[in-house]
């Protein structure tokens, strides 16, 4: 796939795209996709495991120990636990969640998949949800999965970030440019 390299970056990068890679070629990128969401949620909920992927106290025999005991606890397929496994014996484990993003994010491509992070002052119905999905995607021509965002301080409106371009259709940026119309006036 060309244009892995702007997708992802950096070590946590070239981490996602080797488990990505292997999994590819295995035809089990949606059951590690899966399998690291599991993770994910692990780590989300669990302090102690998120103090055992950080800490530089303990070894890497001991983050391989008991991350393998947590991965079979999960029930994680066997390809994701000898990455996750492989990548505590290297001592990145600290980065684990950023493999996982990067990860995500080429799964997300090879689809042809974009996101999109959204600000909203309060939820959004799924009637909303839908509304926006098919506005981004007019304007993309691509299928885009948003994550969104509750912010209260934007008043009402939105801000849509794809990529490198930023939409800010917020009411508080709205008053904020009609303050300093009146001001230059006055």
């Known amino acids: 796939m060309a244009g892995k390299d702007t997708i992802v970056s950096g070590m946590a990068g070239r981490y996602a795209t080797a488990l990505f890679d292997l999994a590819k ?3 089990s990128v949606d059951a590690v996709a899966g399998d690291l969401d599991t993770l994910s949620r692990a780590l989300a909920e669990s302090e102690d495991l998120r103090r055992l992927i950080k800490s530089p106290v303990f070894s890497a025999e001991e983050q391989t120990k008991a991350i393998t005991a947590v991965l079979g606890k ?21 980065a684990i969640e950023s493999m996982i993003k990067g990860f995500h994010a080429l799964v997300a491509a090879d689809k042809g998949v974009t996101t999109a992070q959204v600000t909203v002052a ?8 839908e509304e926006l999905a098919a506005a981004l995607k007019d304007i ?45 006036v006055g």
């Open 74 to 94: 999960l029930g994680v397929g066997a390809l994701t636990t000898n990455f996750v496994r492989l990548v505590a014996g290297n001592r990145r484990l600290f």
């Open 140 to 184: 993309t021509g691509k299928t885009v999965d948003f994550d969104v965002k509750v912010d209260p301080k934007i008043l009402g409106g939105l801000i849509v970030r794809l990529g490198s371009r930023m939409v800010d259709a917020s009411l508080k940026t709205k008053l904020n440019s009609i303050k300093l119309a009146m001001k230059e």
């Open 25 to 27: 070629e295995q035809n």
């Open 122 to 129: 309060e939820e959004l119905s799924p009637a909303r949800r």
